[in-house]
């Protein structure tokens, strides 16, 4: 079984920047596909990002292309999201979610394990 947590979560303005990590547990952890979350008050959860088990391969979501972007670090059992340019719309809690397989849009029903979330604030 895999255990992530959060954390990096914060109040940012506009246009600043953030970097989320996503601290795994496992020894399968290396073997998972790993994404990114999120969701705003009253919103459904979202997909924002995912990287597949070895990395390279990666997915975004219109809305982030560009400004955000995923990797992880296997040895040390950690998934980020560094996050530029943010957005007020970027508001919300994300989520760590980890799934044996990796696709291009996964939703969140897909997903095998989750973390319980940071949260983003950004002002004006």
């Known amino acids: 079984q895999v255990q992530l947590v959060e954390s990096g979560g914060g109040l940012v303005q506009a246009g600043g920047s953030l970097r989320l990590s996503c601290a795994g547990s496992?020894?399968?952890?290396?073997?998972?596909?790993m994404a990114w979350f999120r969701q705003a008050p009253g919103k459904e959860r979202e997909f924002v990002a995912s990287i597949r088990w070895s990395g390279g391969t990666t997915s975004y979501a219109d809305s982030v292309k560009g400004r955000f972007t995923i990797s992880r670090d296997n040895a040390n059992n950690t998934v980020y999201l560094q996050m530029n340019t943010l957005k007020p719309e970027d508001t919300a809690v994300y989520y760590c979610?980890?799934?044996?397989?990796?696709?291009?849009?996964?939703?969140?029903?897909?997903?095998?394990?989750w973390g319980k979330g940071t949260l983003v604030t950004v002002s004006s």
């Open positions: 496992g020894r399968t952890f290396s073997s998972y596909a």
């Open positions: 979610a980890a799934d044996r397989w990796f696709r291009n849009n996964p939703s969140p029903g897909g997903m095998d394990y």
